[in-house]
């Protein structure tokens, strides 16, 4: 047997498993493609965009600007970080047109999570950047605000939406992260667009049951629906502003080590970063045998923020997520084993209508059930929590809506999952989980499911140890 220590609440839970378990860390499993010079490779993108002419260029002293960017959420906050260094040189590049300096907005593209504060701020964008745009040209996007641009229905029916800058701008530039995203295949390209500055009606055509239910949601594939969905409303987007944006994406590592830039169309940047993050982000494992146990550790604290491992809600769609990212490593009926404390703090301050949310769902036989009632939709636009979201740094209360989608995915997929140490148990129950005191009592209970001497993966620091990869058997990894 050999002892790993997984990732539990604030600290970490020693178990023991088989020595033939596959654990699957960085460093060890997998590394990186090389990082690289980001501003080198920014100002040589720049200079050569795809399918769009430089931005020096399209600049003009009368030309209004707006530059989207992601959130706290991902993209690292080191010295060499995209943002960081692609954003000044942005500006740089449009000063060097002719733009002036009052015509330039930053965007702070959080879609339905909280609104960004300028400590924040500055710790992702640099003090730089920030004392120059802000307070009145460095705001966050705000998908409740009365203004969103509203472009109707596109060609597969997803509702359209767009923050009113972004389609007033003469350039409206978007700063994306490309990186492998457990649904949806990659982010950046159109789905930066897509989530990132719409509305909560426009996140609910493709953050529901019907895409997220579906089975190319697993795997992590770039072919699937919510994917063709992402494409179809910045498309959407693009028509209906009259206008194409211009974007600057890096390919990310473990890390956020930029690894790759490319600038231009939408299609351009993801024709070009998708090879490299494809590289970056799908592993071969040393095993040709699919595993029947998948095994993880949930902290407390991951990239929503604070209280993601303890949050139930949170927490279900965590795990959804990573079974994803290893579907392609599993048996078609794996058992999931997570150990996670789920102490009841759901962290009201910036997830304030999940606790009301979970106990909504809990009348209900199933997410999907709940999610189609009239409870959850007043739930969606609940005046209280979208106020919150708008004014006091909260995540938006479509957003629980989402996450339970994703989260119902695991008790679809797995014959059963099991929660060790969780201090609610009445939380694992009420998400559809099971709950055991210990470890070991999860393995006797897998076994009785798959049969003895189950082959298990683990990926016990999958939430905190950075971009976590997706997962394939030997021989298996997409070309």
């Not at 579907?327 to 404390?341: E, K, Q, S």
């Not at 969606?380 to 979208?386: F, G, H, I, K, R």
Request: proline fraction near 7%; glycine fraction near 10%; hydrophobic fraction near 35%.
């Amino acid at each position: 047997m050999q002892e790993i220590h997984l990732d539990y609440g604030d600290g970490k839970m020693s178990v023991s498993l088989p020595d033939s378990a596959t654990i699957v860390r960085f460093g060890k499993t997998y590394t990186d493609p090389p990082k690289i010079d980001p501003v080198e490779a920014t100002r040589a993108a720049l200079a050569s965009p795809g399918e769009l002419p430089p931005l020096s260029e399209l600049a003009g002293p009368d030309k209004k600007i707006a530059i989207a960017f992601p959130d706290r959420v991902k993209g690292g906050t080191h010295a060499m970080a995209h943002r960081k260094v692609s954003i000044p040189l942005v500006v740089e590049e449009l000063l060097k047109g002719g733009a002036k300096l009052e015509n330039i907005t930053l965007i702070c593209a959080m879609g339905l999570h909280r609104m960004n504060t300028v400590e924040e701020w500055r710790e992702y964008l640099g003090s730089d950047i920030v004392d120059q745009f802000y307070p009145d040209r460095l705001v966050n996007h705000d998908a409740e605000d009365p203004g969103l641009l509203q472009l109707g229905k596109d060609e597969m029916g997803n509702h359209v939406e767009c923050n009113r800058l972004m389609a007033e701008a003469d350039i409206p530039i978007v700063i994306g992260h490309c990186a492998g995203n457990p649904y949806g295949g990659y982010s950046g390209g159109h789905k930066m667009v897509a989530t990132g500055f719409t509305g909560w009606r426009s996140i609910a055509s493709h953050h529901v049951p019907k895409t997220m239910h579906r089975d190319d949601w697993l795997g992590a594939s770039p072919k699937g629906r919510m994917r063709d969905q992402f494409t179809s409303i910045g498309k959407a987007m693009e028509d209906g502003i009259g206008k194409k944006f211009f974007a600057v994406d890096a390919v990310i590592g473990q890390f956020a080590d930029v690894l790759g830039v490319h600038a231009g169309s939408l299609d351009y940047v993801e024709r070009m970063c998708w090879p490299l993050a494809k590289q970056r982000t799908n592993v071969e494992l040393p095993t040709n045998e699919r595993a029947d146990i998948l095994v993880v550790g949930v902290p407390r604290n991951f990239h929503y923020g604070p209280g993601m491992g303890s949050n139930p809600v949170l927490m279900s769609l965590a795990l959804g997520g990573q079974l994803s990212r290893c579907w392609n490593a599993l048996r078609r009926d794996p058992v999931l084993i997570a150990v996670a404390n789920l102490d009841g703090w759901f962290n009201k301050s910036w997830f304030p209508s999940y606790e009301e949310t979970f106990w909504q769902m809990t009348k209900y036989p199933r997410q999907e059930d709940y999610l189609a009632s009239e409870e959850a939709r007043k739930m969606s636009v609940n005046p209280e929590y979208t106020y919150s979201y708008s004014n006091y740094f909260t995540y938006h209360p479509f957003h629980a809506m989402s996450m339970l989608s994703g989260g119902a995915v695991p008790n679809k997929r797995c014959q059963r999952v099991f929660i060790v140490g969780s201090e609610k148990p009445l939380h694992a129950k009420a998400m559809g989980f099971t709950p055991l005191p210990t470890f070991d009592d999860a393995m006797r209970e897998a076994q009785r499911y798959v049969g003895k001497n189950p082959k298990v993966l683990c990926t016990p620091e999958c939430f905190s140890g950075g971009a976590a990869p997706h997962l394939h058997l030997k021989g298996e990894r997409p070309a």
